[in-house]
Every structure is written in structure tokens, then in C-alpha cells.
Nanobody, 124 residues
Framework: QVQLVESGGGLVQAGGSLRLSCAAS????????MGWFRQAPGKERTFVARITRSDGSTRYGDSVKGRFTISRDNAKNTVYLQMNSLKPEDTAVYYC?????????????????WGQGTQVTVSS
């Protein structure tokens, strides 16, 4: 049984930082590209970042470029999202996801497994 468990969310002031973690189990972690998505109330789930399984290359959504960093530790079966310079518009539930595609990018249908999400709230 595949499980993706996010942690690290919380309440932070604008300009602050948070580091999200996603621990994976039940799959061969190194065989999957990993992604982060977010969903604000009343809005669609949108792409935040992804990291490939092969060379660890990364890609980001336009709204988070230069502020967020995705990384992975295959020895710990964990993917991270370092979020700096947070803004109120970053408030959302953040989900990690696993894809057997190497470059799934923002295609939600390319991600097979999803976590339950962690809430991030940025106050102004």
C-alpha cells in the first residue's frame, strides 16, 4: 500500500519560511518523479514544483519561482519543499504526488499517488 504523508505546514507571517516534507512508503521511491501541488479554497489544484527521478532536475510554477525549492532524499524516501518569502496568496493545502513519468510537470493526470495534504496559512 502506497502512502505519501505530508508534514511541516502551519501558520506563518508574510515574508516567513516553511519547509514541507513528504514521506513515501510502499513504493520504490527512486523510480518516481515527485511533485508538489496546492489548492486554495474554491480554486483548482495547481502545480507548484516537481523533481525528476533520473537526474533530479526541477521545474516550478511561475508564481513560486525564485522563492520555493524542491529537493529529494532517496535514502530517506522523502521529498521536501522549502518555501521562502511567503505571501498571503500562498495560503493553500499543499499536496505531494508521485509519478512514474520522469517529467510529469504540471499534468495532474500523470501523478498516480497523492498525499492527504498539509495546510499552509500565510498571514499578512
Amino acid at each position: 500500500q502506497v502512502q505519501l504523508v505530508e508534514s511541516g505546514g502551519g501558520l506563518v507571517q508574510a515574508g516567513g519560511s516553511l519547509r514541507l516534507s513528504c514521506a513515501a512508503s510502499g513504493l520504490t521511491f527512486g523510480d518516481y518523479a515527485m511533485g508538489w501541488f496546492r489548492q486554495a479554497p474554491g480554486k483548482e489544484r495547481t502545480f507548484v514544483a516537481r523533481i525528476t527521478r533520473s537526474d533530479g532536475s526541477t521545474r516550478y510554477g511561475d508564481s513560486v519561482k525564485g522563492r520555493f525549492t524542491i529537493s529529494r532524499d532517496n535514502a530517506k524516501n522523502t521529498v521536501y519543499l522549502q518555501m521562502n518569502s511567503l505571501k498571503p496568496e500562498d495560503t493553500a493545502v499543499y499536496y505531494c504526488a508521485a509519478s512514474s513519468w520522469d517529467y510529469p510537470d504540471d499534468g495532474r493526470h500523470k501523478y498516480k499517488y497523492w498525499g492527504q495534504g498539509t495546510q499552509v496559512t500565510v498571514s499578512s
